[in-house]
C-alpha cells in the first residue's frame, strides 16, 4: 500500500521567480530612470551567465526573459517604453513608480549575527 501524504499546495518557485524579477525591474527603474533591456540584464541575472548560452557576448535567452516581463509590465500599465540616445529604454509608469523607501539602499552598521536575528528564524 502507498501511503500518500497531503501536502498543501505551495505557490510554483518559477511564479515566486518571476514576480521577483517584476518587482527588481520597478525598483531599478524608480532608482535609475529609463534603462535598455542590456542594462536590465546586467542587473537582474547577474549570476544567470553560466545558465544561459552566449552568442556573441548576448546571453540571449535572458535577454528575453526581461524583455518579455518589461512587456507583462506594460500590459499592466506599469511601465512604458521611451526613446532614449536612438534606442529603447523602459521607465515606469506612475503607476508602476515605486517610492524612495522601496528603491533606496540602506546602510549597513556591520555583518549581522546570530544575535540579530529573531528568535523565531532560528
Given amino acids: 500500500m502507498v501511503s500518500t501524504i497531503e501536502r498543501p499546495n505551495p505557490v510554483p ?11 527588481r525591474l520597478l525598483v531599478l527603474l524608480s532608482r ?17 551567465h ?13 535577454l528575453h526573459c526581461v524583455q518579455s516581463h518589461l512587456r507583462w509590465l506594460e500590459e499592466r500599465g506599469l511601465v512604458e517604453p521611451t526613446e532614449r540616445d536612438g534606442t529603447v529604454a523602459w521607465r515606469p509608469t506612475a503607476a508602476g513608480f515605486r517610492s524612495d523607501t522601496e528603491v533606496s539602499v540602506c546602510e549597513s552598521t556591520g555583518p549581522l549575527t546570530a544575535g540579530d536575528v529573531g528568535e523565531e528564524y532560528r
Wanted: net charge neutral.
Fill in 50 to 62: 553560466r545558465y544561459d548560452v552566449d552568442v556573441d557576448g548576448r546571453y540571449t535567452n535572458a
Fill in 32 to 48: 535609475h530612470g529609463p534603462l535598455t533591456v542590456p542594462e536590465l540584464h546586467r542587473e537582474t541575472f547577474v549570476l544567470k
Fill in 13 to 23: 518557485s518559477s511564479l515566486v521567480r518571476s514576480r521577483q524579477l517584476e518587482a
